[in-house]
């Protein structure tokens, strides 16, 4: 019989292994559970997507971009800048089109957005209209830009004579390194990370945990590629493998500096429990562009 005052340690043990569930020292496998059955629902529509190409793949591009334009236009007024939501998310939709279209006018059109920007700004009457300007014209760059690249990715095969399904397969592997290096980052970290990796801009993330995102991004990778991939090396697919596992985790820190600067958790709460747009596609905004760069300047 246990006597009033006397602890046996089975209520210190309960208390210890609690916080160290809630300081993410351990899968907190209810939101785990949570974040697979939406990756579940969301991810073979987004696979289906870049596997078509088209009309489909811009739609997506064209969505995820404004999308991530309008919750990063919330993060930058966080921090005061007064940035132009309508006509900066219709300068990333022009450039979405542009890029789609293949149009010489890109340049132009990039050029015309910006002197229209400045027009509006300068009869908003808001104050601080530098940073007002300058954070317009960055969101609707970085995000058209950076996110357009998987159309340029998707026009390859047309531009060397490859079966137009080819570049689908590519961006099929890529999203598919980076989500498992994402989920190996995460139960790795969770169980084994001792050592932080930038604990100034995320926390949460280990030395360990990364290591093993880059390591399980070149494995999913090289599978991808004895599975489908034809026009590429294994040595070519593996190396988009370490793209994926290197430069994906770029992107999630760079956002998670944003997200730290704005104070604020998630960039919106649009999928349960992967946040905003801008959280579930951050590791592509710089993988994708260094997987272009790749296939061009490597591969043909």
Known sequence: MRRRGFDTGASQRRQT????????????????????IVALLYGPLVLFLNWKGGYFLFALVLIVSTVSYWE????????????????????????????????????????????????IELYRKKSSPILNVAATLFGSLFFSLLFGTFLLIRDLPFVNGLADDEAGQWL??????????????????????????????????SVEGSVA????????????????????????SMAIGAIAGSFGQYGDLFE???KRDADVKDTS???????????????LTISAPIMYLYLVHFVF
């Not at 991004?217 to 599975?227: K, R, S």
């Not at 709460?269 to 590791?283: A, V, Y």
Request: net charge positive.
């Open 269 to 283: 709460k649009l999928l349960p429990e992967h946040g905003g747009m801008m959280d579930r596609f951050d590791s």
């Open 213 to 236: 995102g880059f390591l399980f991004a070149i494995l999913a990778a090289y599978i991808c590629h004895q599975w489908f991939i034809d026009e590429l090396s294994p040595l070519d």
């Open 256 to 258: 998670s500096m944003f």
């Open 17 to 36: 292994w609690r916080w160290h569930c809630q300081s993410g020292g351990v899968v907190n496998y209810k939101t785990f559970s949570t974040r697979l």
């Open 72 to 119: 990063y236009f919330r993060l930058a007024k966080k921090k005061g800048a007064d940035a132009q939501l309508v006509s900066g998310e219709l300068l990333t939709a022009a450039l979405i089109v542009a890029l789609y279209c293949k149009s010489a006018a890109l340049l132009q059109v990039i050029l015309a957005g910006a002197i229209c920007i400045f027009f």
């Open 172 to 205: 099929i592997m890529l999203i598919l390194a980076t989500w498992v290096c994402d989920s190996a980052a995460y139960i790795v970290g969770s169980y084994f990370g001792r050592h932080k990796l930038m604990p100034r801009i995320s926390p949460n993330k």
